[in-house]
Every structure is written in structure tokens, then in C-alpha cells.
């Protein structure tokens, strides 16, 4: 693989009342939907020579939409899955800081010590989706491969790649439509832009 697209879905109901959704399969709203053609119309000046997606709802139309206006045909890929959050899928921040405090205070000062009840770990979360990329690399070897991902499985996978310790995952956010581009050079991975959003404001 020569260079790497990572992008975030589009705004989904539960983005915007803070509801944690996990794998939970939710759709995009009219503005998630209007995020992802800005998006694409900011990949068309690029090369793309495949995209994956995750296969959960929000993802997956996010890649189509970018897949139509680049001309590429999407894949679905479950290893792009986003982590499974157990028993606070469908809750809210505020509902998870009241009736779980000390899993979420854990969850934000030391993400990979959380241990919440039917979840992934981060580090299975981060070990999928490696898995899932040294394989598109060997597969696509000196192409240009976009994924369309989750916030949380994005956030393990650049720490993954970088060899940065999992435990600094709440140093990095990934918004809506957040794209970041990594190159992989002869002597290590270089990111070139990280959870760009410019395309979203700029029409």
C-alpha cells in the first residue's frame, strides 16, 4: 500500500444527542448525508484506487457516496467494524457518567484499562483492524486504499500504525467526515493530514 484514506462516517441522530452507538446500526441524518458528498467532492482530486467500508449502515453510505463520485467500487469490510461498547450501546455520556462512573472515568483517563461489561478491549478493537490493513497491504500492494470507519477503530488503527502506545487514545478525536491520509514511505508511516474537516465549511 502506498497511501491510506481514513474517513469517519457522516453524522448520524445519535452523533448529535451523544448516545454511544458501538455496533449498534444507525443511519445518517440529511446533514450526515450532505457531509459525505462534501467529502467526496474533497477525495475527487486525489487517487483512489479501492475503498472498504465498514458494513454498518452510517459507514457504509458514507463510502458509497464517496465510491460514486470517485468511481470506485466500495468493499465491505467487518474488520472496519466500530468497537463494540457492550451495555452502554444506546446511552447517553450523561447516562453512562451517572449510572456508570467509575467504568466511564476509567474509559477517559485510562482507555486501556477500561473493562465495561460486553465490550471489546481497545487492544482487540486495535488488533482487528491492524489485521484487517496488513492484509489490503499485502493485497494492494503500491495503490491507494480509503477506508470508511468509525471514530474509535480509526483512533486504534493511527496509533497502531505510528507504534504509539494504545493508552494515548484520548489524545486524538475523529470528527464526522474527519479525513486523515498516511503514506507509507520506505523507512516508516508518515501522516500527511489528520482529521481534516475543512471540506465542510469550505462550500
Known amino acids: 500500500m502506498k497511501r491510506l484514506f481514513l474517513v469517519r462516517h457522516g453524522q448520524t441522530k445519535w452523533n448529535i444527542e451523544k448516545r454511544v452507538q458501538g455496533n449498534t446500526n444507525t443511519d445518517l441524518t440529511e ?4 457531509q459525505a458528498y462534501k467529502v467526496s467532492n474533497r477525495l475527487k482530486d486525489y487517487k483512489v484506487d479501492y475503498i472498504y467500508s465498514s458494513d454498518l449502515n452510517r ?3 458514507t463510502a458509497e457516496i464517496i465510491g ?8 465491505k469490510l467487518n474488520g ?5 461498547f457492550g451495555h452502554w450501546q444506546g446511552l447517553t455520556i450523561d447516562d453512562i457518567q451517572s449510572k456508570f462512573y467509575e467504568e466511564h472515568y476509567i474509559w477517559k ?5 477500561a473493562k465495561i461489561e460486553g465490550a ?6 486495535q488488533e482487528r483492524v491492524l489485521s484487517s490493513i496488513n492484509e489490503l497491504k499485502k ?9 470508511v470507519s468509525h471514530g474509535s477503530t480509526i483512533k486504534a488503527l493511527i496509533l497502531g500504525i505510528l507504534g504509539i502506545d494504545i493508552s494515548n487514545y484520548n489524545k486524538l478525536t475523529i470528527s464526522n ?6 503514506d507509507f514511505t520506505e523507512y516508516s508511516p508518515v501522516i500527511r493530514v489528520l482529521n481534516d474537516t475543512s471540506h465542510i465549511s469550505s462550500e
Open 139 to 147: 493485497k494492494h500492494k503500491c495503490k491507494n486504499v480509503l477506508l
Open 68 to 75: 460514486k463520485k470517485l468511481n470506485v467500487k466500495v468493499n
Open 120 to 125: 471489546e478491549s481497545l487492544i482487540q478493537v
Open 109 to 113: 483517563t485510562k482507555p486501556h484499562n
Open 31 to 34: 446533514e450526515g448525508l450532505n
Open 59 to 61: 459507514a457504509y453510505k
Open 80 to 84: 472496519l467494524r466500530e468497537k463494540n
Open 177 to 182: 467526515v474527519g479525513l486523515t491520509i498516511i
